[in-house]
Nanobody
C-alpha cells in the first residue's frame, strides 16, 4: 500500500530553519506534481508551495523568498526548506502529491498525515 510520509517538523525559534520531507512509501513508479499545505488552529488549510513534474515552482505570497520546495525523483521525496521562520508559520504542514503506481497508469492523489511546525521564542 502506498503512503506519503512526512517528517522534519518540530519547534524552532523565530528566524530559525526547518526542512520538511515527504517520502512516498510502497512501490510506485513516479511522483508527479506535489505541494505543501498548512493549517493553523481555527483556520482553513492553505497552499504554501507547489512543484510540477517539470520542476516549475510557485509559492504563496506569505512564504515567497523564505521557503523553497524541491524534489528528488530518485528517492521519490519532496522537500520544503523553511528559512526565516515566523510565529505565524506555526501550523500543521501537509504534503500532497500525484503518485503513479506503475508505468502507464493514471496518477492518484495522496495526502500525508501532517507534521507539526511550531515557531515560538
Amino acid at each position: 500500500q502506498v503512503h506519503l510520509v512526512e517528517s522534519g517538523g518540530g519547534s524552532v525559534q523565530p528566524g530559525g530553519s526547518l526542512r520538511l520531507s515527504c517520502a512516498a512509501s510502497g512501490s510506485i513508479f513516479s511522483i508527479g506534481a506535489a505541494s505543501w499545505h498548512r493549517q493553523a488552529p481555527g483556520k482553513e488549510r492553505e497552499l504554501v508551495a507547489i512543484i510540477t513534474s517539470a520542476d516549475i515552482t510557485n509559492y504563496s505570497d506569505s512564504v515567497k523568498g523564505r521557503f523553497t520546495i524541491s524534489r528528488d525523483n530518485a528517492k521519490n521525496t519532496v522537500y520544503l526548506l523553511m528559512n526565516s521562520l515566523k510565529p505565524e508559520d506555526t501550523a500543521t504542514y501537509y504534503c500532497n502529491a500525484d503518485l503513479t503506481p506503475y508505468r502507464g497508469a493514471s496518477p492518484f492523489d495522496y495526502w500525508g498525515q501532517g507534521t507539526q511546525v511550531t515557531v515560538a521564542s
